[in-house]
């Protein structure tokens, strides 16, 4: 779903550059993707107490924190299905994984959301909307779960353009045209603004952020205190000098893809296997970082998982020479994979250095190995400037939907 249409005004395409990436329904989705049997269906994920529940839930009025007893009299066919954290965990990490493959300045807010400054990107991409449809596509056929971006000039705007396109959706809002879009909206949707501000504006007759915003400072002051009442000002009139800050630096760089339930032969997950490698490694140049462990993920059709792990002498980011470690960790498990099905596949390379700090650490490899790091400097100056789908390996061409092989005249 896209409604970035009814928003249009006349600014230019990066006046608005704040992304609001948020997870729908996080818990409850990734149940609902791990197991098929649930999609479409009211699915609560917690045990006592409601933790997530999928929109066919909450179309009932089940929600957030309420007792499991309260939710299946209100939604008799209610499916309730033990919290998994670990699981959350995986699909958090692989999700953030491709917020950072989408620009260097992302400030995580919760495991399921996080504002993403797009706005250093200006020459290599079309425009803030192009980079959020790109980001959901991403998370969608990569890690299997839907997400909603709002796109705004504000983080306080994202925020709120996110929470207006749930579920599952891209709404953009223009600079020209911010206020036309937030003052109808209840005041709910003010920050700061729960059931007992709510209240209290309410009984003033106040029940838009239109309606806040025709009032001066001094009277919402009055009506909610003196913070709030500034606060609540500031943001009717988009008023928001916050800028998307960076926490402490990955202690890991990675990506996964969700592959279904069909039976794969062991070449297929090399391919597969291998376009993961190639995002990983352009990832880690990208950020001047080199790692020595490369950790596979594995996740099985009866839906446990499993890792394993190899380290270098060295840290490296040679495209080859991880290709080649990841490639052997797989073989090694294909036995256990033969038996057991395999929905997801990923990969991380750990123990990261800055390249700075390791000193050129990768001319210690074999002289063929620093040949591949050319080759892949190379590469890289390609794709950064013309895209990533411009250069592709031969061994993936046949895999890769997004590449047309041309066909030879008879």
């Known amino acids: 779903m896209t409604e970035s249409g009814p928003l249009r005004g006349s600014g230019t395409a990066w006046d ?20 098929p049997s ?12 409601v933790l997530a529940a999928s929109y066919e839930a909450k179309a009932f009025g089940v929600r957030t ?10 939604c008799p066919d209610l499916i309730v299905v033990p919290a998994r954290f670990e699981a959350y965990s995986e699909a958090s990490r692989a999700v953030f994984d491709v917020f950072d ?10 495991i399921d959301e996080a504002f993403i400054d797009v706005s250093g ?83 003033r007759g106040i029940r838009t952020v239109g309606e806040v915003a025709a009032l001066d400072q001094a009277s919402l002051v009055a009506i909610v205190g003196t913070a709030a009442g500034r606060q609540l000002h500031a943001l009717a009139h988009n008023v928001d000098a916050r800028r998307v800050t960076t926490g402490a630096r990955r202690r890991s760089i990675g990506s996964q893809q969700a592959l279904g339930r069909g039976a794969r032969d062991l070449r297929e997950l090399e391919v597969i296997l291998m376009r993961i490698v190639d995002r990983v490694t352009r990832r880690m140049r990208r950020a001047d970082r080199s790692g020595r462990t490369v950790t596979l993920r594995f996740r099985f059709g009866d839906f446990t998982r499993a890792t394993r792990s190899s380290s270098f002498a060295q840290p490296t980011s040679a495209t080859g020479a991880i290709q ?29 250095v800055d390249d700075a700090v390791a000193g050129g650490s990768q001319l210690a490899l074999p002289f063929e190995a620093a040949a591949s790091t050319t080759i892949d400097g190379a590469l890289d100056a390609v794709r950064e400037r013309f895209g990533a789908a411009s250069l592709t390996r031969a061994a993936t061409m046949g895999s890769n939907p997004d590449i047309g092989v041309p066909k030879l005249p008879d």
Request: no cysteine; hydrophobic share 45%; net charge neutral.
């Open 65 to 74: 924190a309420m007792s499991e007893g309260v939710a299946r009299r209100l």
């Open 101 to 110: 493959d989408t620009s260097p300045i992302v400030e995580g807010i919760s």
């Open 121 to 203: 990107m200006r020459r290599i991409a079309v425009s803030p909307e192009a980079i959020a449809v790109d980001l959901r596509r991403r998370v969608r056929d990569e890690v299997g779960l839907p997400i909603t971006v709002g796109v705004a000039r504000t983080k306080f705007l994202a925020k709120v353009a996110s929470g207006v396109g749930k579920p599952d959706g891209l709404l953009v809002v223009d600079p020209d045209r911010e206020l036309e879009f937030l003052h109808p909206l209840p005041v709910q949707k003010l920050w700061g603004v729960g059931t007992i501000t709510a209240g209290k504006l309410e009984g």
């Open 38 to 49: 649930l999609r479409g269906k009211p699915v609560a994920a917690g045990g006592g107490v």
């Open 16 to 35: 608005a550059s704040i992304l609001h990436a948020d997870l729908d329904s996080f818990y409850a989705s990734v149940e609902q993707r791990d197991d």
């Open 324 to 352: 080649e470690v990841a490639g052997a960790l797989l073989a090694a498990a294909w036995p256990m994979i033969e038996v057991r099905g395999l929905t997801l596949l990923g990969l991380s390379v750990g123990n990261l």
